[in-house]
């Protein structure tokens, strides 16, 4: 079959697909904010990350997560619509969602400072709440779609904490490391993926 292939800006390395524009559910904005959580794989990666992560340090941290990590994500998202225009930052995003899954593989041989969590979790929840409300910003609803992926984000966010509280069995333990691993395999093939679009 002939005829022209896409067009170099949807394969672009830095474009937009794996941090889609928002899927219509028939479930209005906000159902359709809510879904978007689900449907974007890199946003996913980075939650469970970040939760694991938390659980991986100890009580004192998990416990502010579910606090700072949806917050972050609002005031991201909420500057992202400000933007008023997609930011096209896949790559950067799949390469964060590469480090922080190696974070998790490592646990405990690498044990970090609770300073260190808490600036780094609502920072990338920044980042990535600023894309997701710079892809939403053309479509209607956006403020509400936005504040539906909030509120998926918290519930998924305490779901986790309840599930992974600290302290945990060995075998648990190393489950959260090998989850990890999978996470930043999932970011390394990501990262791959993008490389090889054609400019």
Same mark, same amino acid.
Not at 82 to 102: H, I, M, N, W, Y
Not at 168 to 174: M, Q, T, Y
């Given at each position: 079959?002939?005829?022209?292939?896409?067009?170099?800006?949807?394969?672009s390395?830095?474009?937009s697909?794996p !941090?889609?524009?928002? %899927?219509?559910?028939?479930?209005? +904005?906000w159902?359709?904010?809510?879904?978007?959580?689900?449907?974007?794989?890199?946003d996913?990666? &980075?939650? %469970?990350?970040?939760?694991?992560?938390? %659980?991986?340090?100890?009580?004192?941290? /998990?416990?502010?997560?579910?606090? %700072?990590?949806?917050? /972050?994500?609002?005031?991201g998202?909420?500057?992202? &619509?400000?933007?008023? *225009?997609?930011? +096209?930052?896949?790559? +950067?995003?799949? @390469?964060?969602?590469?480090?922080?899954?190696?974070? #998790?593989?490592?646990?405990?041989?690498?044990?970090?400072?609770?300073?260190?969590?808490?600036?780094?979790?609502? @920072?990338? @929840?920044?980042?990535?709440?600023? #894309?997701?409300g710079?892809?939403?910003?053309?479509?209607?609803g956006?403020?509400?779609?936005?504040?539906?992926?909030?509120?998926?984000?918290?519930?998924?966010?305490?779901?986790?904490?309840? @599930?992974?509280?600290? +302290?945990?069995? *060995?075998?648990?333990?190393?489950?959260?490391?090998?989850?990890?691993?999978?996470?930043?395999?999932?970011?390394?093939?990501? !990262?791959?993926?993008? /490389?090889?679009?054609?400019?």
């Open positions: 079959m002939s005829g022209p292939g896409p067009t170099p800006a949807l394969w390395p830095l474009g697909l !941090l889609a524009h928002l %899927v219509p559910t028939g479930l209005g +904005p159902g359709d904010g809510m879904a978007r959580l689900v449907l974007q794989p890199l996913l990666l &980075l939650l %469970v990350a970040l939760v694991l992560l938390a %659980v991986q340090n100890g009580r004192s941290w /998990s416990d502010r997560l579910a606090l %700072v990590l949806p917050l /972050s994500w609002l005031v998202g909420l500057g992202g &619509l400000l933007v008023g *225009r997609e930011l +096209p930052l896949a790559l +950067p995003c799949a @390469a964060v969602v590469t480090a922080v899954g190696v974070l #998790v593989t490592l646990g405990p041989a690498l044990p970090l400072s609770e300073r260190f969590l808490r600036g780094g979790t609502a @920072a990338l @929840a920044l980042l990535f709440g600023l #894309v997701a710079s892809s939403l910003a053309g479509h209607g956006a403020l509400q779609a936005l504040l539906g992926e909030t509120v998926a984000i918290t519930v998924v966010t305490a779901l986790l904490l309840m @599930a992974l509280d600290p +302290p945990h069995p *060995r075998w648990l333990a190393l489950g959260l490391r090998v989850v990890g691993s999978w996470i930043a395999a999932s970011g390394l093939l990501m !990262l791959g993926w993008l /490389s090889r679009q054609p400019l």
